[in-house]
């Protein structure tokens, strides 16, 4: 925004670029989040955090059962009940 203003040194009217600063901390203020958008980006998080610890979790079964026999999907049907 440009106004005219008189200098307080001189008395003379000159043009001077005045507000940045005071826009600079009103857009800051503007772009405040409100509570609920935090409150929704802290249960976003969350869940990714979780997929990612189940992910970690079976990344370590992954690795603790490499080698060792699998057991066959008919006799996991069975003992699950899924016949």
Do not use: C
Not at 47 to 58: F, V
Not at 65 to 74: A, E, K, V
């Amino acid at each position: 925004m440009v106004k005219i203003r008189r200098s307080r040194r001189t008395g003379r009217a000159g043009r001077r670029y005045e507000g940045h600063r005071t826009k600079a901390k009103a857009s800051v203020r503007a772009k405040r989040p409100s509570l609920s958008s935090l409150a929704s980006e802290l249960a976003q998080i969350r869940e990714r955090l979780e997929d990612l610890e189940a992910l970690r979790d079976l990344e370590e079964a992954i690795r603790r059962n490499d080698g060792s026999p699998l057991i066959p999907w008919t006799e996991a049907k069975l003992e699950f009940g899924l016949d």
